[in-house]
């Protein structure tokens, strides 16, 4: 059975290059455009178990950081791997804040092979 990958970026072409990446690496997507949506989505019962989480760092209505952190208390999805997705120049930064609850990073602009790759790791280590 494929593994379902939560994506949750503001950015339209970011969920739509990295969605493709992923079915094509054969694995379901499920994508918000920001951390309310995604929690939004994370509550509904029909979605099913999400394996991983892939999210953007700066993000309007909920960020990534306030979405990790609402994540991570719920039982279902606190162990869940979390990939942040951020710019060479976010990363220091975000390392600091995320560095308790994130497993994987990808910088922007993303790769599709180096996608790929993380997450393999994330999903099958």
């Known amino acids: 059975m494929p593994k379902t990958i939560l994506i949750v970026d503001d950015s339209k072409s970011v969920r739509a290059v990295i969605g493709t990446t992923l079915k094509m690496g054969g694995y379901n997507t499920i994508t918000?455009?920001?951390?309310?949506?995604?929690?939004?989505?994370?509550?509904?019962?029909?979605?099913?178990?999400v394996d991983l989480i892939i999210t953007d760092v700066n993000m309007p209505n909920m960020d990534g950081l306030a979405f990790?952190?609402?994540?991570?208390?719920?039982?279902?999805?606190?162990?869940?791997?979390?990939?942040?997705?951020?710019?060479?120049?976010?990363?220091?930064?975000?390392?600091?804040?995320?560095?308790?609850i994130k497993d994987a990073w990808i910088t922007k602009p993303v790769q599709p092979a180096h996608v790929l790759d993380v997450v393999g790791e994330l999903l099958n280590p």
């Open 68 to 100: 990790l952190q609402q994540v991570k208390k719920l039982p279902r999805y606190a162990k869940t791997p979390i990939c942040v997705l951020t710019t060479e120049s976010e990363q220091s930064k975000a390392e600091q804040e995320l560095s308790a």
């Open 32 to 49: 918000a455009e920001d951390g309310r949506d995604a929690l939004m989505k994370l509550g509904q019962k029909d979605i099913g178990q």
